[in-house]
T-cell receptor, first 116, second 110 residues
């Protein structure tokens, strides 16, 4: 099966600019996650969707970050305006809760964001 | 607060030896633990999941243990190879939530 697709792979922006990331999960996976991974740290959950509904966005900085999952498939994550501390890799993952025990979560390769 | 801790120092071992990585959790009892491999510039790749009622699980050269008394999981790679060099992430799960450790970097030298 095809993996989780993310774009772009890299993005460099100036602080206070806006940026958007796109994710296409594995076909049929109802659950989609966005994680932020700062260099040297483990991924931190930003938002979790179940189909097109939000399950958990408790760690999403809602004053500047937003995310949507139209029609329960693709998802976009937006940052507006960006700050220097937003420099990180943004990972998208998807899962099928009935198969997580054997297959876990499937991650994309991520988008590396540098804010200058 | 709920925490997953992994050894932040890199683990260096000789090819053919067994690598053992440690994961400790505090202030909660996860329903399961997952282990992922992450290579530079790539997303994590799922390796194994072990549930709280399982003591040990194996997959090819990998073995994971789960000790709920010690609040610890050990991850073993037997007959290690240079291709096993990567960062390994321990992840606790349950109640619809995953908590990631920071990972331990493993370097296997020929």
């Amino acid at each position: 099966e095809a993996g989780v697709a993310q774009s772009p792979r890299y993005k460099i922006i100036e602080k206070r600019q806006s940026v958007a990331f796109w994710c296409n999960p594995i076909s049929g996976h109802a659950t989609l996650y966005w994680y932020q991974q700062i260099l040297g740290q483990g991924p931190k959950l930003l938002i979790q969707f179940q189909n097109n509904g939000v399950v958990d966005d408790s760690q999403l900085p809602k004053d500047r970050f937003s995310a949507e999952r139209l029609k329960g498939v693709d998802s976009t994550l937006k940052i507006q305006p960006a700050k220097l501390e937003d420099s990180a890799v943004y990972l998208c993952a998807s899962s099928d809760k009935y198969r997580e025990g054997n297959y876990g979560y499937t991650f994309g390769s991520g988008t590396r964001l540098t804010v200058v | 607060s709920q925490k997953i801790e992994q050894n932040s120092e890199a683990l260096n071992i000789q090819e053919g030896k067994t690598a053992t990585l440690t994961c400790n959790y505090t202030n909660y009892s996860p329903a399961y633990l997952q282990w992922y491999r992450q290579d530079p510039g790539r997303g994590p790749v799922f390796l194994l999941l072990i549930r709280e009622n399982e003591k040990e699980k194996r997959k090819e050269r990998l073995k994971v243990t789960f000790d709920t008394t010690l609040k610890q999981s050990l991850f073993h790679i037997t007959a290690s190879q240079p291709a096993d060099s990567a960062t390994y992430l321990c992840v606790s799960g349950g109640y619809n939530k995953l908590i990631f450790g920071a990972g331990t970097r493993l370097a296997v030298h020929p």
